[in-house]
């Protein structure tokens, strides 16, 4: 079967059972282990034994030959858990510690002894409760830790290297389609028969007019060797950060995929479990590190596609699927996303108030300031020097930049996500041009008028100047133009306007009624 079924320490919630298999019986010994062990818990799937003893887990895998994988041999037991050492290790360093023999005989193990009877990988157990779903049903994951998570996966990804063996339209679209004929039929009993054709004509509809994007995203290079099985379950605290763990060691198709299909997967959990907000900070963040905005043609369909294969493993472990089907469905429907551009000067609070709106709408947000250094191949924080109408901001330049805000902005109403274009939009006719495409792709839109006095806004430049915090580089000379320059709105923008007064606090909750509602055009 095509799926992700690894077993992982993180299955805490699953029955600890009784042990039948005489090696797995013979370690639940305290006194086999040489560091002190009071009592050894056993979690069983039917590919691995986990044994978590206290301080440290052994995985064990069974040697079995299923359609999926092959343990059926020491040989190959030893060669994948050297596989999954090496595979976690790029993510958890600290911790997945090393591949243990397993000596002696069958009724009395020894481990670290010669000759070998049988391998486990050797990590730290983190304590109950630390699993990302766990944690996000007691209470909650603040925004800050999924953004460092999405830094983190940003920037492995950007680490690896890309692959033409793999990722291929047919391929992709053989998974998926065999996918959604395994979801059929573990799930036939259900009520969910409807919802599943349903959703096997989206796939395989969708499988056809991506089939030119699929192939460009193989060429561009976005097939890598990844985590292949990013979900909630395989994510974990340890050392006061979030950690992916239990990477997908036994399949090389189901590990070299695109690396949005990565995101997907991740994203679409947080939405299957009510946490939209959550997962757009998630994409946000992960899209302005990355710059992947390409990614979001196929973005929809990996999130269906990912939500069928949680449904599948959920139900092969007879565990409720229901909210994940729920959750494909809604994914398929027809949608009106939000478009909504910032208006105002430099220092005027655009990206202050459009973060407090990413979780709130949800959207996902495209940075001029971000976006203009991308163009120049200039990292975030990097200082170019540029000032009024040189380097960075030549008249070329901002057009550029405006087109590229604007292709990205279109990828992501297509995909069904609500966008936000925080930019000053000073001139009308890009305002004008942005209208354009909201109309083409029937999203509501939105303009956010950011204001605040002339002080302020010349006193928020100077500080931000002197933090050097900002990927903005704005400095009094541009304020200068700005004030100058600016086209003031015209009575047919005036009905997109939304004001905010940056200058006095402000009630997100009425401000994010008032802009999600947006205009429809006719």
């Given at each position: 079967m095509n799926s992700s079924t690894g077993c992982s320490v993180s299955l805490m919630k699953e029955t600890i059972i009784e042990v039948d298999d005489p090696l797995i019986r013979a370690l639940c010994d305290p006194a086999v282990y040489d560091h002190d062990v009071e009592s050894v818990r056993v979690i069983e799937t039917h590919i691995s034994?986990?044994?978590?003893?206290?301080?440290?887990?052994?995985?064990?895998?069974?040697?079995?030959?299923?359609?999926?994988?092959?343990?059926?041999?020491?040989?190959?037991?030893?060669?994948?858990?050297?596989e999954e050492l090496r595979l976690n290790r790029r993510l958890a360093p600290n911790l997945y510690l090393d591949v243990v023999p397993i000596g002696g005989s069958i009724e009395h193990p020894i481990i670290g002894a010669h000759p070998v009877i049988e391998y486990a990988v050797k990590l730290r157990e983190f304590p109950p409760g630390a699993r990302l779903d766990e944690r996000l049903e007691a209470g909650g994951v603040p925004v800050g830790d999924i953004h460092a998570l999405a830094e983190t996966i940003a920037n492995f990804h950007g680490s690896l290297s890309s692959s033409q063996r793999f990722g291929s339209p047919v391929a992709i679209t053989r998974a998926a389609l065999s996918n959604v004929r395994e979801t059929e039929q573990v799930l036939r009993r259900t009520k969910c028969g409807e919802d599943l054709a349903a959703l096997r004509d989206w796939i395989a509809a969708r499988c056809k007019e991506l089939e030119r994007i699929f192939a460009a995203r193989k060429r561009q290079g976005a097939?890598?060797?990844?985590?292949?099985?990013?979900?909630?379950?395989?994510?974990?605290?340890?050392?006061?950060?979030?950690?992916p763990f239990d990477a997908l060691e036994f399949d090389l198709h189901l590990r070299w995929i695109d690396v949005i299909d990565e995101v997907a997967f991740l994203v679409m959990d947080l939405m299957a479990h009510d946490r939209a907000g959550l997962a757009h900070e998630l994409l946000n963040r992960y899209l302005e590190v990355t710059g992947d905005y390409a990614g979001l043609e196929v973005f929809r369909f990996y999130l269906v596609h990912r939500a069928l294969v949680r449904a599948k493993v959920a139900a092969i472990k007879g565990v409720h699927a229901d909210h994940y089907i729920r959750c494909a469905c809604r994914l398929i429907q027809p949608s009106a996303p939000l478009l909504l551009i910032t208006h105002g000067l430099s220092g005027s609070g655009k990206t202050s108030v459009t973060n407090q709106l990413i979780s709130r709408l949800p959207a996902i947000r495209c940075r001029s300031d971000l976006e203009r250094k991308r163009l120049h191949g200039l990292a975030p924080q990097t200082r170019s020097g540029a000032t009024v109408g040189t380097g960075l901001y030549t008249r070329n330049s901002s057009q550029e930049t405006y087109a590229t805000l604007q292709h990205h902005a279109a990828l992501g109403l297509r995909a069904g996500i609500n966008v936000m274009v925080d930019a000053?939009?000073?001139?009308?006719?890009?305002?004008?041009?942005?209208?354009?495409?909201?109309?083409?792709?029937?999203?509501?839109?939105?303009?956010?008028?950011?204001?605040?006095p002339e002080p302020v806004l010349r006193q928020r430049i100077e500080a931000r100047r002197e933090q050097k915090l900002d990927a903005s580089e704005a400095t009094i000379e541009v304020l200068d133009h700005q004030l100058a320059t600016n086209e003031p709105f015209n009575r047919e923008e005036l009905k997109f306007v939304v004001p905010v007064d940056t200058q006095r606090d402000i009630d997100y909750d009425a401000l994010e009624r008032r802009v999600a509602h947006g205009h429809r055009f006719s």
């Open positions: 034994w986990v044994l978590l003893t206290g301080s440290y887990v052994y995985k064990i895998k069974k040697p079995v030959s299923l359609p999926f994988v092959d343990f059926s041999t020491l040989g190959r037991r030893r060669t994948f858990c050297e097939i890598r060797e990844g985590h292949g099985d990013l979900h909630l379950e395989n994510l974990a605290y340890w050392d006061n950060r979030i950690v000053t939009f000073l001139r009308r006719a890009e305002r004008e041009s942005f209208i354009r495409l909201a109309d083409r792709e029937r999203a509501r839109f939105t303009m956010l008028d950011c204001r605040a």
